[in-house]
């Protein structure tokens, strides 16, 4: 078996998921890219498997189920993250994500803001 078609296969596909997470603005999306680069990353491990003899047999196929096991958890923690912020925010745009607290009002300094 020639492996160049998977191998060209996964790397348009690795390629198509770091486009997805540089370019998109819906965190969804953004999981959904890094999702489609997992999935890469498994059918190279795979495909190195059955192509490769190496001295662990179907280490490829072992290691591509711990990809999907943690795959898994990462969307579970994920769309957790997702829908917390779109329930503060009411939106899902990365762009609007605050990567910083927000300031302490000038005449509070204990900090604590009444609601």
Do not use: C, K, W
Not at 29 to 35: D, F, G, K, R, S
Not at 50 to 72: D, E, M, N, S
């Amino acid at each position: 078996m020639r492996p160049v078609i998977p191998y060209v296969t996964a790397a348009l596909l690795f390629g198509l998921g770091v486009y997805g997470v540089l370019r998109r603005r819906n965190a969804v999306l953004v999981l959904m890219a890094v999702e489609l680069m997992l999935n890469a990353v498994n059918l190279i491990l795979v495909t190195a498997d059955t192509t490769v003899r190496a001295q662990l047999p179907h280490g490829g196929q072992v290691f591509a189920l711990f990809v999907i096991v943690l795959a898994a958890a990462e969307i579970g923690v994920g769309l957790a993250i997702v829908l917390q912020l779109y329930r503060l925010r009411a939106s899902v745009a990365v762009d609007e994500v605050p990567l910083a607290e927000e300031p302490v009002p000038a005449g509070d300094p204990t900090g604590v803001v009444a609601r």
